[in-house]
């Protein structure tokens, strides 16, 4: 499952890449009025740092207006995924761009139906909100294994995406659920590789060897 940076924070972007475990990175208009930065500015320079996808979203409602937008976009550089809501002029628009050779993210899915209408359309990524549904008291990762299933039965090739994942059991989940995908804020990134048993036994290992007064360097 290749990981996402959910964020538009450069400077976050250089601080995880080193771990060479970031495969792209998700931008939203939220994160992009965050960063405090123009929108192409600040997308042509992750693109130039992350060689994976790099999803930047249209804000326009209309299809007109969001092909318009997607164009834009996608001409900042190679990797950018064009971002789209699952509306129908979102959906209409996935299938312009895919006819063009142009690859898009369907974003703020919430059930299997609308990711077939997604897949259909071409899209190349689709992104169900796990954690927006756990809000709202349903289960968002069952909604993942619907579309695993979905997709699999029909030989779609969308990747699912899963987003809004809040903590690293709903990455685990994801995970297991057949998520090609998911793309996660870097403080839950980041606390994908703790658990109090392996701080525990490291400082057991540490004491045990300061006890020997050996240096291995």
Known sequence: ????LDTAD??????MLPTGMVDGVTTNPTLIAKSGRNIAEVIAEICALVEGPISAEAV?????????EGDKLAAIAPNVVVKLPLTWDGLRAARNFADKGIKTNVTLCFSAAQALLAAKAGATFVSPFVGRLDDHGAVGVELLEEIRTLYDIHGFETEILAASLRNPGHVTA??????DAATLPADTFKALIKHPLTDKGLDAFLADWGKTGQSIL
């Not at 450069?10 to 601080?15: G, M, P, R, S």
């Open 60 to 68: 326009a409602t209309d299809f007109e207006t969001m092909v318009k």
């Open 10 to 15: 450069v400077a976050v972007i250089k601080d």
């Open 1 to 4: 499952m290749k990981l996402f």
């Open 174 to 179: 994801a995970a297991l659920a057949g998520s």
